[in-house]
T-cell receptor, first 112, second 113 residues
Framework: GENVEQHPSTLSVQEGDSAVIKCTYS??????FPWYKQELGKRPQLIID?????GEKKDQRIAVTLNKTAKHFSLHITETQPEDSAVYFC???????????FGTGTRLKVLA | NAGVTQTPKFRVLKTGQSMTLLCAQD?????MYWYRQDPGMGLRLIHY???????AKGEVPDGYNVSRLKKQNFLLGLESAAPSQTSVYFC????????????FGPGTRLTVL
């Protein structure tokens, strides 16, 4: 069935360093790839997304890259800050139902 | 706009009891979804709806039923709760015009004893 693998499950970085989280998807029909940030006890919040006709998208310190051939996409956070500490989820979706298959999440800790 | 709201926020059930979780959205979204979130397993899709009067199974539908009688509401029912259904439940909605971006409710924490 459809599957999204996400790595690493935990990631610790020093404040100011970069963080990279990687996801691989199985369904070649997937064409939309959002990233969500979830703080403890809160709902997931969309932070950035990319569509299959684009290879890279950037929003200030956050960027996402997509390799359709290899079926993987990555989240890049530069100049990390303590408030970036949270759990990050990737997902893959297809047009029509727009249902998501989520990765299992990455707990990011930014050490001051 | 309230966005996506969920009722109740917390609930404790005994094994075998039933309950209904309510999700409401005021964004006129066609699509609605129910997820459960368990530690280390991310969010898993239970059921979803692509429009009023429609429902479909997701990844983990067993033990749950849903109804979408009105476009703005999506109900998740547990007929006979089991301890394995202890989880945090999130509702989300999206629109084709937004390209499938899903907006989440605040969640319901359910404990089944």
């Amino acid at each position: 069935g459809e599957n999204v693998e996400q790595h690493p499950s935990t990631l610790s970085v020093q404040e100011g360093d970069s963080a990279v989280i990687k996801c691989t998807y199985s369904d070649s029909a997937s064409n939309y790839f959002p990233w969500y940030k979830q703080e403890l006890g809160k709902r997931p919040q969309l932070i950035i997304d990319i569509r299959s006709n684009v290879g890279e998208k950037k929003d200030q310190r956050i960027a996402v890259t997509l390799n359709k051939t290899a079926k993987h996409f990555s989240l890049h956070i530069t100049e990390t800050q303590p408030e970036d500490s949270a759990v990050y989820f990737c997902a893959a979706s297809t047009s029509g139902t727009y249902k998501y298959i989520f990765g299992t999440g990455t707990r990011l800790k930014v050490l001051a | 706009n309230a966005g996506v709201t969920q009722t109740p926020k917390f609930r404790v059930l005994k094994t075998g009891q039933s309950m209904t979780l309510l999700c409401a959205q005021d964004m006129n979204h066609e699509y609605m979804y129910w997820y459960r979130q368990d530690p280390g397993m991310g969010l898993r899709l239970i059921h979803y709806s692509v429009g009023e009067g429609t429902t479909a199974k997701g990844e983990v539908p067993d033990g749950y039923n849903v109804s979408r009688l009105k476009k703005q509401n999506f109900l998740l029912g547990l007929e006979s709760a089991a301890p394995s259904q202890t989880s945090v439940y999130f509702c989300a909605s999206s629109s084709g015009t937004s390209g499938g971006k899903q907006f989440f409710g605040p969640g319901t924490r359910l404990t089944v004893l």
